[in-house]
């Protein structure tokens, strides 16, 4: 296993079109987060996962947006009827928690998205 | 999470050492500093990580001042290899449960390197 695997790594829509991208964690990684990041800025939470639950989303998930992690492994992330404001990066992470302490989140090289 | 503030940008010749500043005059007791890299065109990368002692790793050396309101991320000799955005970021060591490990980016800061 050598990280976090993304796929694809690029994606060209046309707005109002549906896409979804997929996530790979390390495979001993209980946590899993989505990130989203637009040029010049730094990446901002969109949701996260524990195991197969999801147990935080963020504001800037709208209802267009839906993240499932089935069976607690890998991810999928899902924009319905795409604008143009959705262009951006998007990242995803993992990492592990165990006996309370938190290890150090390990990104992919992401999915950039352009909506057309 | 406390806000940390960072210069845009900075400039370093290659093998000369570099000090990024953090400023984060409002972290509480629990606060752990953390700092992570984005290289071009890749997904960011955890680099190093404290909370009241100086820290070093084989990446870099963290040190945090005595009252825990600046620190500096110090890489030893720079390479063209660290050209990249450095993100400084606490993050509130309390949080437990079933509280996530979210990380709040700024925009960091830019760090070019002339060979």
């Known amino acids: 296993d050598t990280g976090v695997s993304q796929d694809p790594r690029h994606k060209i829509t046309k707005r109002g079109q549906n896409v979804t991208f997929r996530c790979d964690p390390i495979?001993?990684?209980?946590?899993l987060y989505w990130y989203r990041q637009t040029l010049g800025q730094g990446p901002e939470f969109l949701t996260y996962?524990?195991?197969?639950?999801?147990?935080?989303k963020s504001r800037l998930l709208s209802d267009r947006f839906s993240a499932e992690r089935p069976k607690g492994s890998f991810s999928t992330l899902e924009i319905q009827r795409t604008e143009q404001g959705d262009s951006a990066m998007y990242l995803c992470?993992?990492?592990?928690?165990?006996?309370?302490?938190?290890?150090?989140?390990?990104f992919g090289q992401g999915t950039r998205l352009t909506v057309v | 999470d406390a806000k940390t503030t960072q210069p845009n940008s900075m400039e370093s010749n290659e093998e000369e050492p570099v000090h990024l500043p953090c400023n984060h005059s409002?972290?509480?007791?629990?606060?752990?500093i953390h700092w992570y890299r984005q290289l071009p065109s890749q997904g960011p990368e955890y680099v190093i990580h404290?909370?009241?002692s100086n820290v070093n790793n084989r990446m870099a050396s963290l040190a945090i001042a005595e009252d825990r309101k600046s620190s500096t991320l110090i890489l030893h000799r720079a390479t063209l290899r660290d050209a990249a955005v450095y993100y400084c970021?606490?993050?509130?060591?309390?949080?437990?449960?079933?509280?996530?490990?979210?990380?709040?980016f700024g925009k960091g800061t830019k760090l070019s390197v002339i060979p």
């Open positions: 992470a993992s990492s592990f928690r165990d006996r309370g302490l938190n290890t150090e989140a390990f």
């Open positions: 495979s001993e990684h209980n946590r």
């Open positions: 996962f524990q195991n197969e639950a999801q147990l935080e």
């Open positions: 409002t972290i509480s007791g629990t606060d752990y």
């Open positions: 404290g909370l009241t």
């Open positions: 970021i606490l993050r509130d060591g309390a949080y437990s449960g079933a509280g996530s490990y979210q990380l709040t």
